[in-house]
Nanobody, 133 residues
Framework: QVQLVESGGGSVQAGGSLRLSCTVS????????MGWFRQAPGKEREGVGT????????????YDADSVKGRFTISRDTAKSTMYLEMNSLKPEDSAMYYC??????????????????????WGQGTQVTVSN
């Protein structure tokens, strides 16, 4: 059974930084997409960024939302089966519940390039990020 567990959320002042982690268990294959999404109250869940997990220890950055470009970075530690979201220069509008997700079926490459919530079949429970002025 595939499980995704996020951690690292919290409260921070504007301009600060946080690093979120997403640890995957129960799945060791390659050639699939992993991503970070977020959902603020009253808004739809949106993609923040994705990486495509290639063969071996490779991964490729495949999508970054315009709103986070230059501020957020996704990375992965293969040995720890963990994906990270490094968030810098945080703004109040970044406040949301952040979710990690995996798309393991179908056209995962194109799903990574243009992430849609409905294409991702495994989700974590979410971790709250609150940015205050």
């Amino acid at each position: 059974q595939v499980q995704l567990v996020e951690s690292g959320g919290g409260s921070v002042q504007a301009g600060g930084s946080l690093r979120l982690s997403c640890t995957v268990s129960g799945y060791t294959s390659t050639r699939y997409c992993m991503g970070w999404f977020r959902q603020a109250p009253g808004k739809e869940r949106e993609g923040v960024g994705t990486i495509y997990i290639g063969d071996g220890n490779t991964y490729f950055s495949t999508y970054d939302a315009d709103s986070v470009k230059g501020r957020f970075t996704i990375s992965r530690d293969t040995a720890k089966s963990t994906m990270y979201l490094e968030m810098n220069s945080l703004k109040p509008e970044d406040s949301a519940m952040y979710y990690c997700a995996a798309d393991r079926d179908g056209d995962t490459w194109n799903s990574c390039r243009s992430p849609r919530v409905k294409d991702f079949d495994n989700w974590g429970q979410g971790t709250q990020v609150t940015v205050s002025n």
